[in-house]
Structure formats: structure tokens, C-alpha cells
């Protein structure tokens, strides 16, 4: 596979890292840090909004539901930290690309359910779409996963922390 050209990093590989990264970051920090000043755990909403979407037995798997509530948004920050940096950029948007199928998936399956129900993606911010969910939760997370794939594939670009000889670059012809 060919080296990114400046062009590539500057108008494909550059945004599409902060975009993506940045939704991570914005979508952890509301499940981790919103309302906490209020004295409120943004991460029991989370769990809540988890059960919502009635894919798992609540009452087998709360365990399985309680860890996701806390594993999703930690892991969304430090994807979102890595792909704003430019810093193994490769994996990160790969286990980006990994979560954003599971998200899609669920979404989609609440919407052919017909539930109502709240995505909770991004905390009180529920952006572009409303909070409900609904194919735009889908359509936004496909626009997602593009990014991701294609940052899986082509890697972070030269506008970006990532040196040479990394691991997380095409090759020598990278520098």
C-alpha cells in the first residue's frame, strides 16, 4: 500500500482522526463527568440507558450491563485520546470500528423492534438526532464506522504523532 501524500493527511486522514476522535471524547466525557457536579453517576444513567435497549436479561446479565457502563466510556476516551493524537492509530480505529458495530447493531435492532427507547450516546447531548432512537443514530454511526475503517486501513497520515518504524504506519516510505 502506497504512503499518504500530504494531500491524503491534510484533507482525508487529519479530519477524519479529530472527527471521530473527537465524538469518542465528546460521547465519554458526557457518560463519565456529566451532572457529577450535581451529585449525580453519569455512569448508573449509562446502565439504565443500557437496559433500555432490552437486549440482555437484566436480571442474568446486570453484571454483564454494570461493566459495559463503566468500560465503554473509558474506552471511548482513550480511542478518542489516541486518534486526536495521531498516536496508534491504527488500533484505536480499529477497536473504534469493533465498538461502532456493536453500537450500530444494537441501535438497529432497537428500531426494528420497534422500542422506545433512549441512545444515551452522547449524555444529555444527543446530537444530530434526538434521543430517541432511530435510523439517524444508525446513519450517524455508519458515517462513523467509514472513518474508522478507513483510518483502520490507511493509518494516522503525516499530520500526526506517529514516527517511523511505529508499527502503526504503512512502512518505511511513511517517513
Given at each position: 500500500?502506497?504512503?499518504?501524500?500530504?494531500?491524503?493527511?491534510?484533507?482525508?486522514?487529519?479530519?477524519?482522526?479529530?472527527?471521530l476522535g473527537g465524538a469518542?471524547?465528546?460521547?465519554?466525557?458526557?457518560?463519565?463527568?456529566?451532572?457529577?457536579?450535581?451529585?449525580?453517576?453519569?455512569?448508573?444513567?449509562?446502565?439504565?440507558?443500557?437496559?433500555?435497549?432490552?437486549?440482555?436479561?437484566i436480571e442474568k446479565h446486570?453484571?454483564?450491563?454494570?461493566?459495559?457502563?463503566?468500560?465503554?466510556?473509558?474506552?471511548?476516551?482513550?480511542?478518542?485520546?489516541?486518534?486526536?493524537?495521531?498516536?496508534?492509530?491504527?488500533?484505536?480505529?480499529?477497536?473504534?470500528?469493533?465498538?461502532?458495530?456493536?453500537?450500530?447493531?444494537?441501535?438497529?435492532?432497537?428500531?426494528?423492534?420497534?422500542?422506545?427507547?433512549?441512545?444515551?450516546?452522547?449524555?444529555?447531548?444527543?446530537?444530530?438526532?434526538?434521543?430517541?432512537?432511530?435510523?439517524?443514530?444508525?446513519?450517524?454511526?455508519?458515517?462513523?464506522?467509514?472513518?474508522?475503517?478507513?483510518?483502520?486501513?490507511?493509518?494516522?497520515?503525516?499530520?500526526?504523532?506517529?514516527?517511523?518504524?511505529?508499527?502503526?504506519?504503512?512502512?518505511p516510505a511513511d517517513a
Open positions: 500500500m502506497s504512503a499518504p501524500s500530504w494531500k491524503e493527511s491534510l484533507l482525508l486522514q487529519a479530519p477524519a482522526r479529530l472527527i469518542l471524547l465528546i460521547a465519554a466525557y458526557m457518560k463519565l463527568f456529566d451532572h457529577v457536579w450535581a451529585g449525580n453517576d453519569p455512569t448508573l444513567a449509562f446502565a439504565e440507558a443500557i437496559k433500555g435497549y432490552h437486549l440482555l436479561d446486570h453484571h454483564i450491563i454494570e461493566l459495559a457502563a463503566y468500560a465503554i466510556p473509558w474506552t471511548e476516551l482513550l480511542v478518542g485520546l489516541l486518534l486526536v493524537a495521531g498516536f496508534w492509530t491504527r488500533p484505536a480505529a480499529f477497536v473504534a470500528f469493533v465498538m461502532l458495530v456493536g453500537f450500530t447493531v444494537a441501535n438497529a435492532m432497537v428500531v426494528i423492534s420497534g422500542e422506545n427507547t433512549s441512545c444515551a450516546c452522547f449524555g444529555d447531548l444527543e446530537w444530530p438526532c434526538g434521543d430517541t432512537i432511530s435510523w439517524c443514530q444508525v446513519a450517524r454511526n455508519a458515517v462513523f464506522l467509514a472513518m474508522a475503517g478507513y483510518l483502520a486501513v490507511r493509518g494516522a497520515g503525516r499530520l500526526a504523532l506517529e514516527m517511523p518504524g511505529s508499527g502503526t504506519k504503512s512502512g
